[in-house]
């Protein structure tokens, strides 16, 4: 069938007396999430049937399915480890295919709202950057790869999309799906475990609702932001990433970053009434607007190979599937199908590995097919997003509408007090700085940032500004 890749070992289909009886697991969306699911199983399951809605490009370039993919898409250092421990040896390959290693702090200066950061080599963050497109065939060759050694068959069924679930309110049972082919087909496909990874524009909320169970509460914080991305070749040298960060009486931002084949992607953001143009001759005067003459200097000399394009959905969302009865037996949602998160703090990749992480510790813990199985793992995928959640969503409160679905409460503005003093500090602070770039960069959990050292500093040091202009040069 053209569009279908098979790898690995077969083994016959039918469940309960086929293969051996570790059961057939089905993803729904061959995106980054989905990949990394599908590497998770290998071992664990007989087969492993990936259904992706877009047919794969032969080269490593944009895809309709994930619309997302022409904005810069950094990976953190915490996504990064978690990668690595995944796939091991991904981000050498990743970096042979021309992403670039970035340093935070050496590499990469950010204009806080109080003043640029200091820049010193830390050696505790690297982070990558390369287009989405390159990350997620990389990815993809790999896991591939891998499905042939794995002893689980996998399937990749492109160009095909899943329609709904079959089963019942405690238990799904495969889906169902139709070919995008002229010939449009539908047919159902069996399945033991089902993983949702169709990304943020996810139905299964309403797929569930047809079967009866009911769906997953939402809640959102939306600040409202506007994106906007850019690529230019430029002409002169510049070797650090910038960050500048919206601030109360400029609450517009940017992002300046390398990617492979001498690209370098521009980000622009802004909250409701500040959202960037998307015409290519209104984006010199929204960057002239930061008041980075750096930047705007520098940018002068590039050369652009792209026109800009928007993007406007980036709230934080979570559909609460990890409450009690939240997923029947044999459904799971991970990543952006269950938990978005605010572009600008560039954590969704990274929450995707460490929620393929978090599921295979699952599955050696336990088969898929035992009862109790995905209430398990939905429990474990969430908590590998509380991080990005928590910060997301602290930094996002001050900005939010009134209209979202969860006012906060008493305790959640005392978090966005001390998180906003915590940030500010942070640009000035090598021990609260290092504890911030920590959780932020999703390499340790929240709880760092209330230790008693960077607690006490955060409460009772007074406020400072940081750095007047940009810092060029690394500090010793
Ligand atoms: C503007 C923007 C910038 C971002 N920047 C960063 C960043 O710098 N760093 C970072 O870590 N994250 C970033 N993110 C987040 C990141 O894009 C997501 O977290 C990540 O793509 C999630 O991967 P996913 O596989 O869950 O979803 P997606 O990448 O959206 O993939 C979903 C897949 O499912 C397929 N699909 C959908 N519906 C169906 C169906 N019914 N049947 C079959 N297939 C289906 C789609 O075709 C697609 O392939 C950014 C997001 C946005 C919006």
Not at 306 to 313: A, H, I, L, V
Not at 416 to 429: C, G, K, T, V
Not at 468 to 475: A, D, I, Y
Request: some cysteine.
């Amino acid at each position: 069938m053209p569009g279908t890749t098979r790898l690995g070992p077969y083994r016959s289909r039918s469940r309960g007396g086929g293969g051996m009886g570790r059961g057939d697991a089905v993803v729904v969306g061959g995106g980054l999430a989905g990949t990394l699911a599908a590497a998770a199983l290998l071992g664990h399951v007989d087969t492993v049937t990936v259904v992706e809605r877009d047919r794969y490009p032969e080269q490593p370039v944009f895809r309709k399915g994930v619309p997302q993919g022409r904005h810069l898409h950094v990976l953190l250092s915490g996504g990064r480890r978690a990668l690595e421990k995944l796939l091991p040896g991904i981000n050498a390959e990743l970096e042979a295919a021309g992403a670039h290693r970035l340093e935070a702090p050496r590499d990469v200066i950010t204009r806080a709202p109080n003043g640029w950061q200091h820049r010193f080599h830390e050696g505790r963050h690297a982070t990558l950057s390369c287009t989405r497109a390159l990350l997620d065939a990389t990815v993809r060759t790999r896991v591939l790869a891998g499905a042939e050694r794995s002893g689980t068959r996998v399937e990749v069924l492109q160009a095909t999309e899943v329609t709904g679930l079959l089963g019942g309110a405690d238990r799904v049972t495969g889906v169902r799906v139709r070919s995008r082919a002229a010939e449009r087909a539908e047919r159902e496909l069996p399945a033991d475990l089902v993983i949702d990874a169709s990304g943020r524009g996810s139905r299964a909320p309403k797929w569930l609702g047809d079967l009866g169970h009911r769906a997953p509460r939402e809640e959102v914080v939306d600040a409202g932001i506007g994106y906007c991305t850019q690529m230019f070749r430029p002409a002169a040298p510049w070797d650090m990433v910038m960050v500048i960060q919206p601030r109360p009486d400029c609450p517009r931002g940017a992002a300046w970053s390398p990617v492979e084949g001498g690209n370098w992607l521009l980000t622009l953001a802004g909250v409701r009434g500040h959202h960037p143009p998307t015409e290519g001759s209104a984006v010199p005067d929204f960057v002239r607007s930061l008041g980075e003459p750096a930047l705007d200097d520098h940018l002068r000399t590039c050369e652009p190979v792209s026109p800009p394009y928007g993007f406007r959905d980036t709230s934080n969302r979570r559909r609460h599937y990890d409450a009690r009865g939240g997923v029947p037996e044999g459904f799971l949602a991970v990543s952006d199908a269950a938990c978005t998160f605010n572009p600008i703090y560039g954590q969704g990749m990274s929450v995707a590995a460490l929620s393929g992480l978090a599921l295979r510790r699952c599955l050696s813990d336990g088969s898929p097919l035992r009862p109790g199985f995905t209430a398990r793992a939905q429990h474990a995928v969430a908590r590998a997003s509380d991080t990005a959640w928590l910060t997301a969503i602290g930094a996002d409160r001050p900005y939010a509408a009134a209209s979202d679905t969860t006012p906060p409460g008493v305790a959640e503005r005392v978090q966005s007090w001390y998180f906003e003093r915590l940030a500010a500090r942070a640009a000035i602070d090598p021990v609260v700085g290092a504890a911030f770039r920590d959780v932020t960069y999703l390499a340790a959990p929240p709880s760092r940032l209330v230790s008693p050292a960077v607690a006490l500093r955060t409460v009772l040091l007074p406020r400072a500004r940081g750095l007047t202009s940009p810092p060029l040069r690394v500090e010793a």
